[in-house]
């Protein structure tokens, strides 16, 4: 059974950096892409970043130059790095597997986390 459980999320003021973890179970880590999308209430789901890999990311307009993501394959985990954070960025972040070499869309990741709130005040 595979599962995929984000941590790390809260309330920060703007201008703050928080880091999200997603600890992956019950596949082969190493085997899958991970992305990272976010979903604001009331707006449909974005896309975030993903990493593949070979530890190769891309990342939306939104978040390019502020967010990182990273992956330790030994502890079957991803990161989210968030800098900089806007009110704007304040969502659910989910984590997600594709088997997909790297994609930006929701449809091509096999597996979901349960999502964690990122609540930026101004």
């Known amino acids: 059974q595979v ?45 975030v970043g993903t990493i593949t890999r070979t530890n190769t990311t891309y990342f939306g307009a939104a978040v390019r130059g502020r967010f990182a993501i990273s992956r330790d394959n030994a502890k079957s985990t991803v990161y989210l790095q968030m800098n900089s954070l806007k009110p704007e960025d304040t969502a659910v972040y989910y984590c997600a597997a594709s088997l997909s070499y790297t994609s930006a869309s929701a449809g091509d990741y096999n597996y979901w986390g349960q999502g964690t709130q990122v609540t930026v005040s101004s």
């Not at 179970?25 to 991970?34: Q, R």
Request: proline share 0%.
């Open 3 to 47: 599962q995929l459980v984000e941590s790390g999320g809260g309330l920060v003021q703007a201008g703050a950096s928080l880091r999200l973890s997603c600890a992956a179970s019950g596949l082969t880590f190493s085997a899958y892409g991970m992305g990272w999308f976010r979903q604001a209430l009331g707006k449909e789901r974005e896309f």
